[in-house]
């Protein structure tokens, strides 16, 4: 939630967000994680107009992450991990997902998660283009064969076995993580994620 709250308000300054819309965002993280957690063990009545109001706060840090100034950020990719495993705990408390497709979904949120924490540089989605696809797969893991690809065509491997190597420890430990540290997602890096992911939807709506 730290993080969550920090870009909402890092963003939404940078890009000159309503001042009443960023306010409300801001309201709905703080107070996502304790409707979630009611909404999911039914202590309290699912209300869609809450959920709509979490749901946007999400979709504003992982849309405007691929906006300038904010693509360049080291905080970008981050944001739409980040994102990435919101949804999947939003749409969980909301009842949105059978209780047997929890495990699979869980195990991406982990992913999502250690991305955040290790500082990887691109979002799974950005990385799509590096899907092989089911049958190419074979039996394999496609995605990790999606981050393998990535890592041999970005030249970012050490990143990715530095993924491997937080997921691991989160699964070890996932009752107590360690908090995300605060410090240096606002600085400079590159815009190295939107652009692949401009130049896969390019290269998609081209075929």
């Known amino acids: 939630m730290p993080f969550w709250i920090a870009c909402i308000d890092h963003f939404s300054k940078a890009t000159g967000l309503d001042e009443e819309k960023r306010q409300a965002h801001l309201k709905s993280a703080n107070a996502?994680?304790?409707?979630?957690?009611?909404?999911?063990?039914?202590r309290i009545r699912h209300v869609k107009a809450r959920r709509n109001e979490i749901d946007?706060?999400?979709?504003f840090v992982r849309?405007?992450?691929l906006r300038r100034p904010?693509?360049?950020?080291?905080?970008?990719a981050a944001a739409r991990n980040a994102a990435g495993a919101l949804r999947v705990v939003l749409t969980a408390s909301?009842?949105?997902y059978r209780d047997d497709q929890l495990p699979d979904l869980l195990s991406h949120a982990i992913f999502d998660i250690a991305a955040v924490r290790v500082r990887f540089p691109f979002d799974f989605g950005t990385l799509a283009c590096f899907h092989p696809g089911d049958e190419e797969a074979a039996g394999d893991d496609p995605f990790v064969l999606m981050l393998e690809r990535a890592a041999q065509r970005t030249g970012h491997a050490k990143e990715v076995q530095e993924l491997y190597a937080d997921?691991?420890?989160l699964y070890d430990d996932i009752e107590r993580p360690q908090a995300i540290s605060p410090a240096d997602w606002f600085v400079e890096m590159d815009d190295s994620n939107a652009r692949v992911y401009y130049a896969a939807q390019h290269a998609f709506h081209a075929r």
């Open 94 to 96: 909301c009842r949105g």
């Open 63 to 65: 849309n405007t992450a």
């Open 167 to 169: 997921v691991e420890l």
């Open 70 to 76: 904010i693509a360049s950020l080291r905080a970008s």
């Open 56 to 59: 946007s706060a999400i979709s």
């Open 32 to 42: 996502a994680f304790a409707l979630m957690d009611d909404w999911r063990f039914a």
